[in-house]
């Protein structure tokens, strides 16, 4: 009796000791998901009383074969006596990866209530590489032919607007790089080219992360048109101060 419990806590012992070298095969699942949500609100009282707000959503779905992005904007200020900015921007892509860079097609819609063109609405296709790709830098070039509709806003010169519809040559430049663990700066710069009129966008920001899934970000966009209607500005600037919140 005695030699077989000896026999039972050996085995014990031993097995236990041999799970305990046994490295773990465990791995946490790969994350193709990542979102981003930021927003921003500023409010004066007293001798300026004014309101501005704006927010942002960015969707991401990664995979080794295909990538699908989707970005939501909305941008609304207004003074004491009435609004004076109110723009949303819609903008999907989705990416088919090769062997060597990627197909891609894309569409953005904009409403831009006292903007110069009131509906913008443009639609691509083409190709694009990666020509920069390291852990801390990545610059992905892309070409694409299109199509593009606007209408320009209304004016005492032309209160009823016709609508614009174009061919364009899009080229779009997306830059990213890291500084370090906590802080990381974008640049994508987007021209469009056309018979009727040509765009160039410079869209910047700058996000340091302040703890764990939380950041505050600085961002810059600047747009200019060649050919606009009578008494509006060829050049918009919107800067934005944001806190933003990312979750996967």
């Not at 097609?105 to 790709?133: E, N, P």
Request: glycine residues 6%; aromatic residues 14%.
């Amino acid at each position: 009796m005695k030699s077989a419990c000896g026999l039972f806590f050996s085995f014990v012992c031993f097995s236990g000791s041999t799970f305990a070298i046994v490295p773990t095969l465990y791995q946490d699942p790969e994350q193709h998901f990542t979102a981003e949500i930021e927003v921003g609100f500023q409010l004066n009282t007293g001798n300026n009383s004014a309101t501005s707000f704006n927010g942002r959503t960015n969707l991401v779905y990664d995979t080794n074969s295909a990538k699908q992005e989707v970005t939501v904007r909305g941008f609304f200020a207004s003074d004491s006596e009435r609004t004076t900015s109110e723009k949303y921007e819609l903008n999907l892509q989705s990416n088919y990866k090769l062997s060597s860079g990627y197909v891609f097609a894309q569409s953005d819609y904009v409403r831009d209530r006292y903007g110069s063109y009131t509906k913008l609405a443009t639609i691509s296709s083409g190709y694009g590489f990666d020509a920069i790709d390291t852990k801390k830098a990545k610059l992905s070039l892309e070409l694409s032919p299109g199509y593009r509709y606007n209408l320009p806003i209304e004016t005492d010169v032309v209160p009823v607007p016709q609508s614009n519809t174009d061919t364009i040559l899009r080229t779009a430049a997306r830059f990213s790089y890291k500084m370090h663990e906590y802080t990381s700066f974008t640049a994508d710069l987007t021209a469009e080219n056309g018979a009727e009129n040509n765009t160039l966008t410079l869209d910047t920001s700058y996000k340091n992360l302040m703890f764990k899934d939380w950041a505050f970000k600085v961002g810059i966009n600047i747009k200019y048109t060649d050919v606009v209607p009578e008494g509006s500005k060829r050049t918009d600037t919107v800067t934005t101060f944001n806190l933003l919140y990312t979750f996967e």
